[in-house]
C-alpha cells in the first residue's frame, strides 16, 4: 500500500477518535442522500469571560453561575474560574495584581449542573475573570455579574452576561458625548497575546483615530479603554467596532452616565436584515434607538412595535433610513406606552445588514436609571437567565413571525428550594411579559432556562429590578441560544474513498 494512502488512513482515524462521532461517507452514486439527518450533541467544553465590574469604590457584585441540566451530557466534568491581569483605563496592563489575594481567589465557584452558584465582592479592585467548563458542566454554561453602585456616574445596577471568546464585536449605542464615560472593555482567555483594532463611528462615518489600531491584550489579561480618548470628536451616538486581528477576546462597553445612571452594552447580534430587539420595559419614559450597517449601502428599515395585542407602527417612526458608515439615532420616546414591546426591524426594500440596539431610560428628573437592549438571536433550543430574585424579575417572549410554545423552568434556589416549570403560548407579531415560575420554597436566587418547544423564532429578554430609595434600578440582559448542543452529522463509515 502506498504511504500516501496510509497517511490518509491514519489521518482519518485520527479525525474520528477526537470527534467520537463523526464519520467519512460517500454517495452511492443513486444521486440520494442516505445519510440520516445530523444529530444535536452536548457540547464537552465552554469558555466564558467576564469584565471587570466596576472602578466605583461603592460597587457591590453579586456573581452567579449555572449550567442547566442536559440530556446526554457527561455525568462527570468541572468549572473552574481564573482573575485576569488587569490593566488601567488606557491600556498599560498592571501584571501585579496577579499575585494579590484578591485576584488569586475567584468570587464564586460553580456547582453540579441544575443548581446555581453565587458569590459576592466589592469595592473597584474586583478583576475581570476567565472561565471554562469541561464534560457535564459545559452545555449551557452561564455566567451572570450584577453590580449595584450606590452614587456616582453609572449608579444605579449593572448586569452583564459573561461572554464566549470571538474575533469580531458591533457594539452600536454607545457615546463620547459629555456626561457619558464609556469603556470598551477587552479579555483574553489565551496563552498568547491577542492584539485588537477599535474603530470608531459616528453620525457622520469614522472618527479618526489612531490610538485604538494594534491594542495589544496580553495572555489571560484584560484591558479597558475609555472611548472619548481614542476620539476628539464628542458624538451622542458611536457605533464600536472590535476586531481581532490575531488571537480572540472577550469585548463588552460599560457605558456610565452622569444623569441617568449606566449598565453594560452588550454585543449586537451580527449584521443582518431583520432585527428584533426584545424586552422594553412598559414603563419606559424615552427609547433611543442607535443603528449602523457595515457596508457600503444605505439601509432603509421598517419600524414596528410588537406589543401584547400584535404588531403596530410607532406614529411618526414608520422607517429609518441608515447611511452606510455613519451611526443612525432616533429618539422613540415612549413608545411602549404602558405595555410590553419589543422593536422589529424588516427592510423596506432590499437586503442591507444592519446591527442594532436601543438605550432605555425608566424614571424621570432626578431620579432616572438607564440599560440597553441590542439586537439578539432567538432563543433557539435553549436560552438561560443566571440571576433572577424572587421579585423583581420580568420575563419577555417575542414571536415577530408565528406564533410559538415556550417552556420556562426556573431551577433550584441557591440555598434551597424545588424547580418549578410552566409552558406558555405566544401568539404571532405580540410580546407577552409572564409571569415566570419561582421556585417552591425558594431561598437565595435561581436561574431561568426558556426553551422553544414548537412554532417560530422566539427572542426573549429578562429584566431585573431592584428596589430603591430614589429610583427602580434595573439592567436587561437578552436571552439567545445558549449554544449548548452542537449539531453532528450522522453518516456511516466507508474508508473505501481513502484507496482510490
Not at 464609556?182 to 463611528?201: G, R
Not at 417572549?397 to 441557591?414: C, H
Amino acid at each position: 500500500m502506498k504511504r500516501t494512502t496510509l497517511s490518509l488512513i491514519a489521518c482519518a482515524a485520527a479525525l474520528a477518535a477526537v470527534t467520537g462521532f463523526a464519520a467519512v461517507a460517500t454517495p452511492d452514486g443513486s444521486g440520494t442522500d442516505t445519510a440520516a439527518p445530523a444529530a444535536r450533541l452536548p457540547v464537552e467544553r465552554t469558555s466564558l469571560l467576564c469584565p471587570a465590574p466596576s472602578t466605583s469604590d461603592l460597587a457591590e457584585t453579586q456573581y452567579t453561575s449555572f449550567t442547566p441540566v442536559t440530556k446526554g451530557a457527561e455525568e462527570k466534568g468541572e468549572a473552574a474560574l481564573t482573575t485576569a491581569a488587569r490593566g488601567d483605563e488606557d491600556g498599560d496592563a498592571k501584571d501585579g495584581k496577579k499575585g494579590d489575594e484578591k485576584a488569586a481567589k475567584p468570587p464564586v465557584e460553580p456547582k453540579e449542573p441544575g443548581t446555581p452558584a453565587t458569590g459576592k465582592t466589592s469595592g473597584s479592585d474586583t478583576p475581570a475573570l476567565t472561565g471554562t467548563a469541561e464534560g457535564g458542566q459545559a452545555p449551557g454554561w452561564t455566567m451572570q455579574q450584577t453590580t449595584e453602585v450606590a452614587a456616582g456616574t453609572g449608579r444605579g445596577l449593572q448586569g452583564v452576561n459573561c461572554t464566549a471568546p470571538d474575533t469580531e464585536f458591533w457594539f452600536p449605542g454607545a457615546s463620547t458625548a459629555a456626561g457619558r464615560t464609556d469603556y470598551v472593555h477587552l479579555t483574553n482567555p489565551d496563552d498568547s497575546a491577542a492584539v485588537v483594532d477599535i474603530e470608531l463611528y459616528g453620525k457622520d462615518g469614522a472618527l479618526k483615530s489612531t490610538v485604538g489600531e494594534g491594542v495589544t491584550v496580553p495572555p489571560h489579561g484584560t484591558e479597558s479603554l475609555l472611548l472619548s480618548t481614542l476620539a476628539d470628536v464628542k458624538e451622542t451616538d458611536v457605533t464600536v467596532h472590535v476586531g481581532v486581528r490575531s488571537g480572540r477576546v472577550g469585548a463588552a462597553v460599560q457605558a456610565l452616565d452622569d444623569k441617568t445612571g449606566g449598565d453594560w452594552l452588550t454585543a449586537a447580534a451580527d449584521p443582518a436584515v431583520d432585527l428584533v430587539l426584545p424586552g422594553i420595559p412598559k414603563d419606559a419614559t424615552a427609547v433611543r434607538l442607535v443603528l449602523f450597517t457595515p457596508g457600503g449601502t444605505d439601509a432603509d428599515l421598517k419600524v414596528r412595535l410588537a406589543s401584547p395585542s400584535g404588531l403596530i407602527t410607532p406614529a411618526g417612526h414608520e422607517t429609518v433610513h441608515v447611511k452606510a458608515g455613519m451611526t443612525t439615532g432616533v429618539d422613540l420616546g415612549e413608545v411602549t406606552r404602558g405595555e410590553a414591546g419589543s422593536l422589529v426591524l424588516t427592510p423596506t426594500d432590499g437586503a442591507v445588514p444592519v446591527v442594532a440596539a436601543v438605550r432605555v431610560v425608566r424614571g424621570k428628573g432626578g431620579e432616572q436609571e438607564s440599560a440597553f437592549i441590542p439586537a439578539t438571536d432567538p432563543v433557539g433550543a435553549r436560552a438561560t437567565a443566571a440571576d433572577n430574585r424572587a421579585k423583581g424579575t420580568t420575563l419577555a417572549l417575542t414571536a415577530p413571525g408565528e406564533g410559538a410554545e415556550v417552556k420556562v423552568t426556573a431551577s433550584a434556589g441557591t440555598e434551597g428550594g424545588t424547580t418549578a416549570t410552566k409552558t406558555y403560548t405566544v401568539k404571532g407579531g405580540t410580546t407577552q411579559n409572564v409571569e415566570a415560575p419561582v421556585p417552591a420554597g425558594l431561598k437565595g436566587g435561581y436561574a431561568l432556562t426558556v426553551e422553544t418547544v414548537s412554532g417560530g423564532p422566539v427572542h426573549a429578554s429578562r429584566t431585573l429590578t431592584v428596589p430603591d430609595d430614589d429610583v427602580a434600578s434595573f439592567t436587561v440582559q437578552t436571552l439567545p441560544d445558549d449554544r449548548g448542543t452542537v449539531s453532528v452529522p450522522n453518516a456511516e463509515e466507508d474508508l473505501s474513498v481513502l484507496q482510490k
